[in-house]
């Protein structure tokens, strides 16, 4: 039996994915001690590894507006606090072995100091140097990170100088986004794989990882039944967009849809305009149980949510926060499971004339319907994949 340390950034979307691996993990032996915040111990403990919380100043993560690069920075800010209060704890749990996700950069180079293996297991694409060039997608977060350069150049104790100082790592923004592995674990479909990925071995397309099906039984399914049912959410993290759900409420007021919408937990009711019959609005809903009942999905384009939808075989309207989302929203429209919108851009008008086209047009359905029977059977045994993966490659590194 090998012991090792399981490392998560604390986000919804960073974890929910991963949580089938580790408990199959568990299942066949190995000892996984599951470091994250409080805030997800329940999930972590039901995979049976045994929960720590993170020691440190910062543990919350929160990002408003959609800004990638402050939650750029506050990753890169996360990683000197966690080196600085976790590295000496888990360097006396002498661990065989490391598993941290995609954003987890003090995973990866805790790995690094303590002189073991690493995996990195990735809840979205994986992001290249040549995925992050400058072009219109990348070209405002990458005039900001030369800002942030240029701006902390002088300053004693910014983030990279301390990272440098005391464990001698050269971090920059890029490598936060990157944080590849000899081995890295993705939770999709190889039907996803950009062109781009193809080339590396170290990246294994595992299939779609989904957990918890059963959350929030207490929805009321009953007034969605014999309707037409269109859902809406931009997912946990970057959701507090009232502006787009008042679209929303004004696209569908009155119209032949049931709408439902998930908030997220920084929007109160109050803050929308006046809710229609025809709508459910909600801080959180059971995703996977709503999708089986869903016509249509409007969503960021996450790949959790992405995955779940096609599962479920349900057309999507993409809008789509980051260059990696983007990555994921233009391979579903290459699919033909959907159509991309820029969300600051569409209007009223546009969504309800776009939702009335993935509706009435069959090939949508069609395509969706074809993919869901691919991915609802890859998912089955992802979680199986993926640890013989880890389990392979940590046995010859040892």
Same mark, same amino acid.
């Given at each position: 039996? +090998?012991?090792?340390?399981?490392? +998560?950034?604390?986000?919804?979307?960073?974890?929910?994915?991963? %949580?089938?691996?580790?408990?199959?993990?568990?299942?066949?032996?190995?000892?996984?001690?599951?470091?994250?915040?409080?805030?997800?111990?329940?999930?972590?403990?039901?995979?049976?590894?045994?929960?720590?919380?993170?020691?440190?100043?910062?543990?919350?993560?929160?990002?408003? +507006?959609?800004?990638?690069?402050?939650a750029l920075k506050l990753s890169l800010e996360m990683t000197v606090?966690?080196?600085?209060?976790?590295?000496?704890?888990?360097?006396?749990?002498?661990?065989?072995?490391?598993?941290?996700?995609?954003?987890?950069?003090?995973?990866?180079?805790?790995?690094?100091?303590?002189?073991?293996?690493? /995996?990195?297991?990735?809840?979205?694409?994986?992001?290249?140097?040549?995925?992050?060039?400058?072009?219109?997608?990348?070209?405002? %977060?990458?005039?900001?990170?030369?800002?942030?350069?240029? #701006?902390?150049?002088?300053?004693? @104790?910014?983030?990279?100088?301390?990272?440098?100082?005391?464990?001698?790592?050269?971090?920059?923004?890029?490598?936060?986004?990157?944080?590849?592995?000899?081995?890295?674990?993705?939770?999709?479909?190889?039907?996803?794989?950009p062109n781009i990925f193809q080339k590396s071995k170290s990246y294994?397309?595992?299939?779609?990882?989904?957990?918890?099906?059963?959350?929030? @039984?207490?929805?009321?399914?009953?007034?969605?039944?014999?309707?037409?049912?269109?859902?809406? =959410?931009?997912?946990?993290? %970057?959701?507090?967009?009232?502006?787009?759900? +008042? #679209?929303?409420?004004?696209?569908?007021? @009155?119209?032949?849809?049931? /709408? /439902?919408?998930?908030?997220?937990?920084?929007?109160? #009711?109050?803050?929308?305009?006046? !809710?229609?019959?025809?709508?459910?609005?909600? #801080? =959180? /809903?059971?995703?996977?149980?709503?999708?089986?009942?869903?016509?249509?999905?409007?969503?960021?384009?996450?790949?959790?949510?992405?995955?779940?939808? !096609?599962?479920?075989?349900?057309?999507?309207?993409?809008?789509?926060?980051?260059?990696?989302?983007?990555? !994921?929203?233009?391979?579903?429209?290459?699919?033909?499971?959907?159509?991309?919108?820029?969300?600051?851009?569409?209007? =009223?008008?546009?969504?309800?004339?776009?939702?009335? *086209?993935? !509706?009435?047009? =069959? *090939?949508?359905?069609?395509?969706?319907?074809?993919?869901?029977?691919?991915?609802?059977?890859?998912?089955?045994?992802?979680?199986?994949?993926?640890?013989?993966?880890? %389990?392979?490659?940590?046995?010859?590194?040892?």
């Amino acid at each position: 039996m +090998n012991k090792a340390i399981f490392l +998560n950034f604390p986000t919804h979307g960073c974890i929910n994915s991963l %949580l089938a691996t580790a408990t199959e993990l568990v299942d066949r032996g190995e000892k996984i001690i599951y470091y994250c915040t409080e805030e997800f111990r329940n999930k972590i403990e039901q995979t049976g590894a045994e929960f720590r919380p993170y020691e440190g100043i910062i543990n919350e993560f929160k990002i408003e +507006n959609f800004d990638l690069y402050k939650a750029l920075k506050l990753s890169l800010e996360m990683t000197v606090d966690k080196l600085d209060h976790n590295l000496d704890i888990i360097r006396k749990e002498n661990p065989d072995y490391i598993i941290h996700d995609s954003l987890c950069t003090w995973g990866k180079h805790m790995a690094s100091i303590l002189k073991i293996p690493a /995996v990195n297991l990735m809840h979205s694409f994986p992001v290249t140097k040549s995925s992050i060039s400058f072009n219109a997608d990348t070209a405002a %977060l990458l005039l900001n990170v030369g800002l942030y350069k240029l #701006k902390n150049q002088l300053k004693k @104790n910014n983030p990279q100088k301390l990272l440098k100082k005391k464990y001698d790592i050269d971090l920059s923004l890029g490598d936060i986004l990157i944080n590849k592995e000899r081995l890295n674990i993705v939770y999709t479909s190889q039907h996803m794989e950009p062109n781009i990925f193809q080339k590396s071995k170290s990246y294994r397309f595992v299939g779609p990882s989904l957990f918890f099906k059963n959350e929030h @039984n207490n929805f009321p399914f009953d007034k969605i039944t014999n309707k037409k049912v269109v859902y809406i =959410s931009l997912g946990t993290l %970057l959701n507090a967009n009232t502006e787009f759900f +008042n #679209k929303c409420i004004e696209a569908f007021s @009155n119209t032949e849809y049931y /709408v /439902v919408i998930s908030t997220g937990f920084d929007i109160e #009711k109050n803050q929308l305009s006046d !809710i229609p019959d025809n709508f459910l609005v909600k #801080k =959180s /809903v059971p995703q996977q149980k709503l999708l089986e009942h869903v016509d249509l999905f409007i969503t960021h384009a996450g790949m959790n949510s992405v995955n779940e939808a !096609i599962c479920f075989g349900v057309p999507m309207i993409l809008l789509p926060h980051t260059f990696e989302q983007k990555l !994921i929203a233009d391979r579903v429209m290459e699919m033909g499971i959907g159509i991309v919108k820029n969300i600051n851009r569409i209007t =009223s008008d546009e969504l309800y004339m776009n939702i009335n *086209k993935l !509706i009435s047009d =069959s *090939k949508y359905k069609k395509q969706a319907l074809k993919y869901k029977s691919i991915f609802s059977a890859e998912e089955k045994s992802s979680h199986l994949k993926a640890v013989d993966e880890i %389990l392979d490659y940590i046995q010859k590194q040892c």
